[in-house]
């Protein structure tokens, strides 16, 4: 048996040795380059653009613009599977270049030229005149009426706004002897910064558009290419290699469809986009900017008597994801700790900045920075220890989720809480943290966090799997489902091996996707894939099963109930005497004259669950108050993430998260330049992911209660473990200093607000103690 | 444009290597697309992210902001070159499948490179110092955790040989 053991990636070696190939490894060098042209306004319209003297620049093959889209088809990004009913389908806002500029690096031309240096001396010498408009970038700004209007159809440039109303409100905040809570709580924009810049390339043959992409979702590439460009959707092919890193930003549509469509232009030859990383953060996707007030009465035992929270999403310049993440804070809002009476409102709305979509974690760090932040403040304002505080109003066991039809089957929280406490020494720790004074001060902080794998109901969940054996008795397993470096080939190897009983080396996963040849899957979002692949796999894998049996049967003249395959050979249960293997079995049928057959299985596993996955960090931090400076000392997370198939790439998947939760905790922003609305930080240098240094030791723990809708008891876990590390550091930098942290990140310029706001230090930055 | 392009001869994995040269191009330009050494990769190309490191006479680099034509006369080694002629890989790669310190796999050869550096120095040093040592490589993937735990693992099993 492979579940449950830590068997070791299956392209690692590929990956040490350099023979892993990405998409600009496979490009041929005969491609035409083509680069972007953005808008270097806010807001507006292009008026016209001066291409003479970029088209004498010698390697120039061909210059086109927004004026050049004869044919307009409005295509959503979001990698989501389609949905029949037109009105509950993605929003459909963009074109593969525009005229109407609504953020800095829209999209308004391309250069399409022989070599790289051609197309950037050319880029550089395009004139573009605009006509400007005033630009919004603050999300409440830009819901004022006469704010600048971005989408002519969403009026006050709401996307959408959504409420839930549960009990009465009014009426329970009226209950005497409440105590009431309230803040206001903001996130920034951030970037996913998967090290591979988004790339493409895109030929024509036999008629059709042969499309190479470093995409988390080919086959929704293929969709989305044929409704940008108007074509059948059958007449694209998209192969997905290897790709470095996704997170989300490679789960919406980037430039493909302009890539076909700019090879389309220069009749079909090979023409690669590859984008600059200055452009990936600005033009790809980020995570929503979010700004939260929450209002909570709590009654002077620890519970709660009514909640509110108001919610808003920043979106940016065009719709992407749009309040599917908004929905998800509120659901996480509304779940994390159940109250009667309830009032939430969320308003998802177009502001003149980059477009915001799928990023690890789906919204949900966004509110759990609200939420857990906010918990802490609660306990506070009880006099009462914020973890009991937690015990006792966290999601309890046996609480049944309307919507998604689904029951809390296992004391996840509780369970998670207290193996973490455990690891750091909570409560040790945060009794030596009392009564501390001067200018370094330490502190320990918890934070759960909630989330909803896959995206059932919402959106269809479908996976489908091919397995064909080989003549050594060997298999090739194919899915839809991508590896974008979380370990999802190894994983889906692993199940594989263990349904149809074959050893691991056995199993042949074709890695690389094709449209044309791989079955349908969806891809990598959601943390859907070990589990939705997982069912199509075990499904897939007993269907071979029993095909292989019953020729067994016919071979052995044995009844095939009574044998079985166990390590890639036939075996009789009774006595577990190995009867054939694998090989020779396969070579007897296939070759067979009398009745020739390959064996093969294919299907296809429709999910109709999502289960919860939940868990929490604990945090330990040591605060520099004149510096206005965190250090992270400890930190651990703990995950309920059922089974684990793989344990070690499970502790590997966990660090990735608390990685980017770290860098969103404490140094992660994208700014934005007030009087431009251009961005100032897009580039690895000033944009301050965690490096080495910033990091302690991470650690990772796990409690794995048997989810018993998953396949081999497991369910998903590549997101949540970025969804509460941020809090868990605020709540930690609290119990040092006694300043509640409002803004993400804690750098020195928030710190150095928030401490001089508290009084800790005044102006000069001298430490008031 | 007569000075356009430049004849160089430097080592590359062992082997002498010729090439004509355009005076603009990276050495990472020159090993991908001349050489074909495509483990150097590019991530950022201005020298922010670690991916394209190669060792210039033992040294790490960022291949992406060293130009060709400086590389005239240098012994360099990329990740490619780590391997032995009979396809076994060197320890170090070795335990970056172990420690599960691979994942997109994209900045690996990159981080695999400056690992050799230090190794090669064949000293003791300190988590941190390796924290320090290995900074010049940004990943998204792993919190870099097991990827210490790689070095330190290959380190101490040296040292103890």
């Known amino acids: ?769 | 444009m007569p000075d356009q392009y430049k004849l160089i001869r430097c080592t590359v994995n062992g082997r002498e290597k010729e090439a004509m040269v355009d005076v603009r191009a990276s050495l990472a330009d020159l090993l991908r697309n001349d050489f074909r050494l495509t483990s150097v990769k590019k991530g950022c190309e201005v020298g922010e992210c670690g991916a394209c490191n190669v060792l210039i006479d033992g040294e790490s680099f960022n291949s992406c902001i060293y130009l060709a034509v400086w590389a005239d006369g240098k012994d360099i080694l990329t990740l490619e070159g780590l391997e032995g002629p009979d396809g076994k890989i060197s320890d170090i790669q070795q335990a970056f499948i172990d420690e599960a310190a691979v994942q997109c796999g994209f900045c690996t050869p990159g981080a695999i490179m400056s690992a050799v550096e230090i190794l090669n120095e064949g000293r003791l040093l300190s988590d941190e110092e390796i924290r320090v040592r290995m900074s010049g490589h940004l990943c998204r993937c792993t919190g870099y955790e097991n990827i210490v735990r790689a070095v330190k693992k290959t380190m101490l099993a040296r040292l103890s040989q």
Request: hydrophobic residues 40%; proline residues 4%; glycine residues 8%.
């Open chain 1, 1 to 769: 048996m492979y579940v449950g053991k830590p068997v070791k990636r299956v392209d690692a070696f590929d990956k040490v040795t350099g023979r892993a190939r990405f998409t600009d490894d496979l490009c041929d060098k005969s491609a035409y380059i083509a680069r972007i042209v953005h808008s270097t306004i806010a807001h507006g319209k292009v008026v016209s653009f001066d291409l003479a003297e970029a088209r004498k620049v010698k390697g120039v093959v061909k210059i086109l613009t927004c004026f050049d889209l004869r044919e307009k088809h409005y295509f959503g990004t979001p990698g989501h599977p389609y949905v029949l009913d037109p009105a509950q389908r993605d929003v459909e806002d963009r074109l593969v270049l525009t005229d109407t500029v609504r953020f800095w690096g829209d999209d308004i031309a391309a250069v399409v030229a022989e070599n790289e240096v051609a197309a950037e001396q050319a880029l550089r010498l395009i004139k573009v005149q605009y006509e400007e408009y005033p630009f919004v970038l603050d999300v409440q700004e830009a819901m004022k009426d006469g704010a600048p209007q971005l989408h002519a159809a969403f009026p006050n440039n709401i996307l959408e706004h959504t409420g839930i109303r549960e009990g009465d409100y009014a009426k329970a905040i009226t209950e005497p002897g409440l105590i009431k809570v309230e803040g206001w709580y903001e996130t920034p924009t951030m970037q996913h910064c998967h090290i591979e810049n988004h790339i493409c390339y895109a030929e024509m043959k036999q008629n059709r558009i042969h499309l190479v992409s470093s995409t988390q979702v080919p086959h929704v590439v293929r969709r989305v290419v044929g409704q940008a460009l108007g074509i059948d959707w059958g007449r694209i092919r998209v192969v997905k290699p290897y790709i470095g890193g996704g997170f989300g930003n490679k789960q919406d549509i980037l430039y493909e469809p302009l890539c076909a469509w700019l090879c389309m232009q220069v009749g079909g030859h090979l023409v690669k986009l590859d984008v600059p990383r200055e452009e990936t953060f600005v033009c790809n996707r980020v995570r929503h900017g979010f700004r939260g007030h929450i209002i909570s009465w709590v009654r002077p035992d620890g519970t709660f008597a009514a909640r509110k929270l108001e919610a808003f999403s920043d979106q940016g310049a065009y719709a992407s994801h749009g309040h599917a993440i908004c929905a998800v804070e509120m659901a996480a809002f509304r779940q994390t700790y159940p109250c009667e009476n309830v009032e939430i409102d969320g308003w998802t709305v177009f502001t003149n900045k980059p477009v915001a979509g799928a990023m690890r974690g789906y919204g949900v760090p966004q509110i759990m920075w609200a939420l857990e932040s906010h918990t802490d403040e609660i306990a506070a304002a009880l006099g009462q220890d914020p973890i009991a505080f937690r015990r006792r109003n966290l999601m309890p066991l046996g609480y049944y989720d309307m919507f998604g039809h689904r029951k809390l089957a296992a004391d996840s929280y509780n369970q998670c809480l207290s193996k973490a406490m455990e690891a750091i020494g909570y409560d040790r720790k945060r009794e030596m943290y009392r009564h501390q004074t001067g200018n370094i001060r330490r502190g320990t902080g918890a934070a759960v966090f909630w989330f909803d794998t896959g995206t059932w109901p919402f959106l269809l969940e479908t996976s489908s799997c091919r397995m064909a054996m080989n003549q050594d008795g060997s298999m090739q397993l194919q899915l839809g489902e991508t590896e974008i470096g979380q370990g999802a080939d190894t994983v889906f190897s692993q199940m594989a091996a263990d349904t149809v009983g074959v050893p691991i080396e056995k199993v042949h996963i074709v890695s690389a996707q094709d449209t044309d040849v791989a079955p349908f899957g969806t891809g990598a979002y959601g943390s859907r894939q070990t589990y939705s692949a997982g069912h199509s796999i075990r499904k897939t894998g007993l269907q071979l099963k029993q095909k292989i049996l019953e020729k067994a049967e016919k071979l052995l003249q044995i009844s095939s109930a009574d044998l079985n395959i166990v390590d890639g050979e036939i075996i009789h249960i009774a006595d577990g005497a190995v009867l054939m293997d694998l090989g020779t079995l396969v070579k007897e049928v296939q070759y067979s004259r009398s009745g020739s057959c390959h064996l093969t299985a294919e299907s296809t596993a429709h999910i109709t669950a999502a289960p919860y996955t939940l868990g929490c960090t604990v945090a330990e931090v040591e605060v520099d108050i004149a510096l206005c400076k965190v250090r992270l000392l400890n930190i651990v997370n703990c995950h309920d993430a059922g089974v684990l198939i793989n344990p070690a790439l499970a502790e590997a998947q966990v660090h990735g998260g608390m990685s980017m939760g770290i860098g969103y905790g404490l140094s992660e922003k994208l700014v934005f330049d007030e009087k431009t609305g251009r961005p100032v930080n897009n580039n690895l240098l000033d944009y301050k992911l965690s490096t080495f240094m910033d990091h302690p030791s991470l650690r990772a723990e796990f409690v794995e209660n048997r989810e018993v809708t998953g396949p081999f008891g497991a369910k998903g876990l590549g997101e949540p473990p970025v969804a509460s590390v941020a809090p868990a550091i605020g709540n930690a930098v609290y119990c040092a200093t006694g300043v509640r942290l409002k803004k993400l990140p804690m750098d020195p310029p928030n710190l150095y607000q928030a401490f001089c706001e508290a009084g800790l230090i005044c102006d000069e930055r001298r430490v008031d103690a």
